[in-house]
């Protein structure tokens, strides 16, 4: 079955350190998105990308930094610049395209030791 | 800009009761709408979308909603609810620059 896998489920961060989450999609999509949830305020998108290799920031990038080496893989890096990390991580992958309903995963819950 | 906004932060209703959820959106180009269910600790899954054509779209369980460009809304309805739409629902809408803009969610708690 095609799907979105991110990896693992639950992480825990010591202070200071960098983590990364990982993203893959086996559905041919082009474009891949990160998201932050926090209780209350709904989703905040991190960071996107289009095609492979390009990818821009979006309203909540400090902190946080990606890449985009292959189609089917969006990692998604938690630096120790993001001073409140603690977060629910979503993933999703679209068609490009005006319309295209984005494919989520089933999320990373990140927590500080 | 784009933005969505959802009336209801949490809505408790009794098993097989009607439900609305609420959703008005903003937006100066062409709409299309969704609707995602989150479940507890899951990601979102696609409940509907309105894209173009019949102002009314249905899901498989009996969801639906309509699209008002009037009223600049598109609410969730579902005739008779169950225990397991207990949930949090998010109406979203693209953007201009075509990212996804979601409103901030309404939490759906069905009591036996």
């Known amino acids: 079955d095609g799907g979105i896998t991110q990896s693992p489920k639950y992480l825990f961060r010591k202070e200071g350190q960098n983590v990364t989450l990982s993203c893959e999609q086996n559905?041919?999509?082009?474009?891949m998105y990160w998201y932050r949830q926090d209780p209350g305020q709904g989703l905040r998108l991190i960071y996107y990308?289009?095609?492979?290799?390009?990818?821009q920031k979006g309203d909540i990038a400090e902190g946080y930094s990606v890449s985009r080496e292959k189609k089917e893989s969006f990692p998604l890096t938690v630096t120790s610049a993001q001073k409140n990390p603690t977060a629910f991580y979503l993933c999703?992958?679209?068609?490009?395209?005006?319309?295209?309903?984005?494919?989520f995963g089933d999320g990373t819950r990140l927590s500080i030791l | 800009a784009q933005s969505v906004t959802q009336l209801d932060s949490q809505v408790p209703v009794f098993e097989e009761a009607p439900v609305e959820l609420r959703c008005n959106y903003s937006?100066?180009?062409?709409?299309?709408l969704f609707w995602y269910v989150q479940y507890p600790n899951q990601g979102l899954q696609l409940l509907l979308k309105y894209l173009s054509g019949s102002t009314l779209v249905e899901s498989i369980n009996g969801f639906e909603a309509e699209f008002n460009k009037s009223q600049t809304s598109f609410h969730l309805r579902k005739p008779s609810v169950h225990i397991s739409d207990t949930a949090e629902y998010f109406c979203a809408v693209i953007s201009n620059t075509g990212k996804l803009i979601f409103g901030q969610g309404t939490t759906l708690q069905v009591k036996p």
């Open positions: 559905l041919n999509h082009d474009a």
């Open positions: 999703a992958s679209s068609r490009t395209g005006d319309n295209q309903p984005q494919h």
């Open positions: 990308s289009q095609i492979v290799n390009d990818f």
């Open positions: 937006s100066s180009v062409s709409v299309y």
